[in-house]
């Protein structure tokens, strides 16, 4: 499958509908929800269309009832999934379907369980939803008719048309499936039509022939009792797709969802984050300022810290290096294959972090951008990118000096950094400091409480947007 140019893929689409008459549908719908949607973030990226909700990252029983007592509709828990082995996933999906089940019951909440996993398609899938569809089935005897797929991701350039899924590059869309993420060690594919898609990743259990799609044509002329039939028609848990290229198609797809879910319809969700914020009521709000997340009065310098080996991060770091106030210094993850090297990796960047934030200096650790060549062994992959993390974490765990402000690029290690380095229980999500770059106000509880932690995805923003958001901060 070719590339297409975003121009010309977006001028054969349908004109939206009336933006006013949708608001006011599906507000009118979401008063009728009456559920608690508890999303499970398999890293911390997955809050970078929200604000105001909450973020635990433990699943201890306690924070599960904190978050069905919130007024909000909607918490996430982070469970880091795509840095665990299959197994451990697995065990995690157990445990806390086993307490959302328990807490709703108690509470005699109803409750939606969305899986937010990576806009490009890697992650523990079909795994992580089928463990929760039969868990919640054992324990409340509730049966999920089907399974809605849902990745679209406008701020990360991430859209769906005619059942093939594409990632904006430039002003090209590229079939995601032929992009650098399909070829990722652990998680990779072949398919870029969602169809085709969801046959190859559960082996052939659900084929591509009985997958549901919800068009572009039925949603951009509110066709909402067609799709709300067919969401009606979807049974044994099958597939169902949603195309979309811009919020207002999501926001008409949950119209008829809501109104399917109130004839009695159940279903799982795997998503990425534009179907929280829509499902979630998330009103829209400014991008952050300086203003609203530095503190005037400290002296201490910003820490940014860069795991992700995407090409986009690698493009973005090029990019940062041309600040001459920021300094740079270089991890070696050659180090992380021998303890010893390691220990002596982690104090010589670590004596340098503290003397440049102690010098008012903001300091950027990046890992050497080659990859390690470990073969076809995808476990033994995620483990080396997992103790690359681990040291980066320990840097932040042992600082002994509050930064001004906390950047850390990409999944696994934003995700390790937030819970291990700064002891993050629970966070407020802030918003967007750029668009799909989610900001948390750091917990009470944690090393540094209400520092500004950028949590920044690996595989979203420009060139440039590193580098922007360091000079605004800085």
């Keep these: 499958m070719s590339n297409i140019p975003v121009q010309e893929a977006f001028t054969k689409i349908p004109t939206a509908p009336s933006q006013q008459q949708v608001n006011e549908l599906l507000n009118s719908e979401l008063k009728q929800l009456n559920k608690k949607i508890v999303v499970l973030d398999d890293d911390p990226t997955g809050v970078q269309t929200v604000h105001d909700i909450s973020v635990y990252t433990n699943w201890e029983k306690s924070s599960i009832e904190q978050g069905f007592a919130e007024k909000n509709s909607m918490f996430f828990i982070l469970t880091n999934s795509r840095s665990l082995t299959a197994a451990e996933t697995e065990q995690v999906h157990r445990e806390i379907a086993t307490r959302v089940s328990e807490v709703a019951q108690a509470t005699k909440q109803e409750f939606l369980f969305i899986s937010r996993s990576d806009s490009t398609l890697r992650g523990h ?16 005897g509730s049966i999920f008719d089907g399974e809605v797929i849902l990745p679209f991701f406008k701020e990360g350039g991430r859209f769906t048309i005619d059942d093939t899924h594409f990632v904006q590059i430039d002003d090209q869309l590229v079939p995601a499936g032929e992009t650098e993420f399909a070829k990722d060690k652990t998680f990779g594919y072949h398919a870029s039509n969602l169809k085709q898609w969801i046959e190859e990743k559960t082996d052939g259990q659900y084929r591509a022939a009985n997958v549901t799609s919800i068009s572009l044509t039925d949603l951009r002329n509110l066709n909402l009792d067609k799709i709300t039939d067919q969401l009606i028609q979807v049974t044994d848990f099958n597939k169902v797709i949603v195309n979309a290229v811009d919020y207002i198609d999501v926001q008409v797809f949950v119209i008829a969802l809501i109104r399917a879910l109130r004839q009695g319809k159940l279903f799982m969700f795997r998503s990425a984050a534009a179907l929280t914020k829509v499902l979630g009521g998330v009103s829209d709000q400014p991008l952050l300022t300086k203003a609203d997340l530095i503190d005037s009065t400290t002296t201490a310098g910003g820490l940014v810290v860069i795991g992700s080996h995407v090409q986009k991060t690698t493009d973005q770091l090029k990019a940062l290096q041309q600040l001459n106030n920021v300094l740079f210094i270089e991890f070696d993850v050659k180090t992380v294959l021998a303890e010893s090297t390691l220990v ?100 009470d509880d944690s090393k540094f409480p209400q520092l500004p932690y950028i949590i920044f995805p690996g595989n979203v923003g420009e060139k440039n947007t590193l580098r922007e958001i360091v000079a605004l901060l800085d």
Excluded: C, M
């Design 125 to 140: 899938y079909p795994l992580e939803t089928e463990i929760l569809r039969k868990v919640v089935t054992d324990e409340t």
């Design 344 to 443: 002596q990796e982690e104090q010589r960047v670590a004596k340098a972090v503290n003397a440049a934030l102690k010098q008012g200096r903001t300091v950027t650790v990046y890992t050497s951008r080659q990859r390690l060549d470990l073969g076809d062994d995808k476990e033994a992959a995620l483990k080396l990118s997992v103790n690359v993390s681990k040291a980066l974490t320990n840097l932040v765990k042992q600082l002994p000096l509050r930064p001004k402000f906390i950047i850390a690029k990409g999944g696994i290690t934003s995700s390790d950094i937030g819970t291990v380095g700064l002891a993050v229980d629970h966070a407020l999500v802030a918003g967007q400091v750029k668009p799909g770059i989610p900001v948390w106000y750091t917990g």
